[in-house]
Nanobody, 116 residues
Framework: QVQLVESGGGLVQAGGSLRLSCAAS????????MGWFRQAPGKEREFVAA????????SYADSVKDRFTISRDNAKNSVYLQMNNLKPEDTAVYYC?????????WGRGTQVTVSS
């Protein structure tokens, strides 16, 4: 049974930083591109960042480019998202999943709240 568990969210002031972690179990994701997604209240879930399986390529939504950094540790079957210079509009529940996402893999996510 595949399980993705996100952690590291919290309440932070604008301009602050957080580091999210995603631990995968049930299968190895080392051969898949992995990504972070987020869903703000009243909005659809959106793409945030992705990283290729070989750790050679990353991509970001324009809204987070130059502020967020995605990374992965295949040995730990984990993916990370370093978020700097956070803005109130970054407030959302953050999820990880393979890219493209598998609807059966969504976890509970981790809440990130940025106060102004």
């Amino acid at each position: 049974q595949v399980q993705l568990v996100e952690s590291g969210g919290g309440l932070v002031q604008a301009g602050g930083s957080l580091r999210l972690s995603c631990a995968a179990s049930g299968r190895t994701f080392m051969n898949y591109a992995m990504g972070w997604f987020r869903q703000a209240p009243g909005k659809e879930r959106e793409f945030v960042a992705a990283i290729s399986w070989s750790v050679g390529s990353t991509s970001y939504a324009d809204s987070v480019k130059d502020r967020f950094t995605i990374s992965r540790d295949n040995a730990k079957n984990s993916v990370y998202l370093q978020m700097n210079n956070l803005k109130p509009e970054d407030t959302a529940v953050y999820y990880c999943n393979k890219v493209p996402p598998n609807n059966g893999y969504w976890g509970r996510g981790t809440q990130v709240t940025v106060s102004s």
